[in-house]
């Protein structure tokens, strides 16, 4: 059982909690030139690398709010997490 | 090599069994080879068989960072079936169906080859018209389906739950007869044990750290046993594919997930068939030991963890009982863990990539262990050939980017969509 820490909750067992993928993925900008690659990034390609992997979850069963999640893909270690607006740097 | 039959069997006996021969060498790597092939799972070994067999490319290594039937070819629970709706996955999978009806024959290895019927069940009227439409496709492709109703179905998996007032009552179910299941290690063994004798060499606890690519083109892979030059690679990593595409500089359409299987004791035989829930995601059969084998949904988040979690353990087995109510009477026996190649469209891609002599083989999902033959069949076909073969053509790359998804069931990664 993974334990998230929700910014706005507290500590939360993950059964509350629904997956949101990949946080780092940047929708390109609206009333802009999107080329076919930069669609194809933004909605398919990912790099879903081993080790850290800062990922978007979702408060489902709680506040309902969307947060950011740091994790070791291989570990299933939670370093640290933010709000969705929160600067993660 | 050794021929293995009743003969061999009874002279090795007098023996007392200390004279048989390996099944596979051991070989140090090569300098230089025609084809190497990254990933000694069920796959890779199946490609370098059909490349040796079919293409009489025998200069072929496969480079394995852990050991023969370790990973996904060891850890799945062994369903073959063609049940698809779509041209590209049951023409791609029918043809699969044969080489498993002669796979023993072929590789001189019993695969325990058992072809009980698979039974996806269906929890409403609705779901009945898909089957019915399912079915119907399957038979334009020549793949053998029947529509059960209720009273059918009751006959054949009578221990399944039949009671008024259920959540998901059972109103009947569409049956692949020709499909069953094999025992996953003899298939790994035995396409090593005929790979080997043909010349590839096989070599284990070597892991790939780097490529040679010169203007555009693959000149040789670097390992943690030395440098090998070659000019064409196949990649088939299954849940690595992700931590070589990335030293290839490549992002691919796939995420890395965790998927979860797990045997119950072994019992008296109660279930002949493999029977999937319709109303989640759950399937089940019984190996010849007894043991009822089951397994269901993803982790659900990005894991290269070679094990599970309980959530969705707890959440795969509420479904079983749902189905089967005399499961809960049951003890766990083993639980494990595998990680899947989730591509996004939940169909397979066997390509040419841009780097000249790269081929990929990823993005099998669930559907990995059914698709070994075929898969290693059209593999050795594109690499050899370097082109695709028309029974490979759907399961492109470039489909992403024009919008041609083979969306059997359009989950890939997100299976919280359904």
């Known amino acids: 059982m993974l334990h998230i820490k929700c910014p ?70 939670i370093f640290r997490t933010f709000k969705a607006n929160e600067d993660n740097s | 090599m050794q021929k293995y039959s ?15 021969d390996l099944a ?86 019993n695969v325990m080859f058992s072809p009980r019927g698979i039974i996806n069940l269906a929890h409403s009227d609705a779901q009945m018209n898909v089957y019915a439409r399912r079915g119907n496709s399957m038979r334009l492709n020549g793949i ?35 499909a069953g299941t094999a025992r996953h290690d003899a298939v790994a063994w035995g396409y090593a044990r005929q790979a080997d004798s043909m010349g590839v060499d096989i070599i284990q606890n070597c892991e790939v ?29 299954a849940g690595s594919t992700n931590i070589l595409a990335d030293k290839l500089n490549m992002t691919l359409p796939v995420e890395t997930h965790l998927l979860q299987a797990c045997v119950s004791e072994p019992v008296k035989p109660v279930l002949d068939r493999v029977v999937t829930f319709g109303a989640g995601h759950f399937y089940i ?9 089951m397994g269901g949904d993803l982790d659900g988040y990005n894991s290269y963890a070679q094990r599970g979690n309980l959530p969705t353990l707890q959440h795969v087995l509420t479904e079983g009982i749902a189905m089967m109510p005399f499961l809960s009477k049951l003890k766990m026996l083993r639980t494990w863990g595998g990680i899947m190649d989730m591509s996004m469209d939940g169909s397979p891609i066997i390509d040419k990539t841009h780097i000249e002599g790269l081929y990929l083989n990823c993005g099998w ?31 492109n790359l470039n489909r992403f980017n024009t919008g041609h998804l083979l969306d059997e069931k359009g989950l890939g990664t997100k299976t919280w969509i359904s």
């Open chain 2, 6 to 20: 009743i003969f061999s069997l009874v002279k090795n006996a007098f023996s007392n069994h200390k004279n048989w």
């Open chain 1, 8 to 77: 706005h909750c507290g500590m939360r067992s993950q059964n509350e909690f629904s997956y949101g993928g990949d946080a780092t993925v940047k929708r390109p900008e609206l009333n802009k030139e999107v080329s076919d690659q930069d669609w194809n990034n933004f909605v398919y390609n990912r790099k879903s690398l081993r080790g850290k992997h800062l990922e978007l979850w979702q408060h489902l069963s709680g506040c309902r709010q969307w947060i950011k999640v740091e994790r070791d893909t291989a570990t299933h270690e």
């Open chain 2, 209 to 237: 750290t780097g490529f040679d690519i010169s203007s555009g083109k693959v000149e040789g892979v670097r390992t943690s046993r030395g440098n090998i030059k070659v000019k064409k690679i196949g990649l088939c990593v």
């Open chain 2, 144 to 178: 053998d389906a029947e529509l059960l109703n209720r009273e059918q179905v009751r006959e054949i998996i009578p221990m399944a739950d039949f009671s008024e007032n259920v959540r998901f009552p059972i109103f009947g179910g569409l049956m692949q007869p020709s």
């Open chain 2, 285 to 293: 059969s019984q190996s010849d030991k007894g043991e009822m084998v």
């Open chain 2, 24 to 109: 596979w060498k051991d070989p140090t790597p090569k300098k230089e080879y025609d084809v190497v092939i990254i990933g000694g799972g069920g796959h890779g070994l199946a490609t370098a068989y059909y490349l040796a067999k079919e293409h009489n490319i025998t200069n072929v290594a496969i480079i394995e960072k852990g050991w023969i039937g370790g990973g996904n070819v060891g850890r799945n629970t062994t369903i073959i079936r063609s049940n698809y709706m779509h041209d590209d996955n049951a023409l791609f999978s029918e043809f699969g169906m044969d080489l498993w009806r002669r796979m023993s024959q072929d590789l001189n290895y």
């Open chain 2, 365 to 395: 999902c669930y559907g990995g262990f059914k698709a070994t033959p075929a898969s290693g069949w059209t593999f050795a076909h594109t690499i050899a050939q370097d082109r695709v073969h028309e029974l490979n053509a759907g399961y």
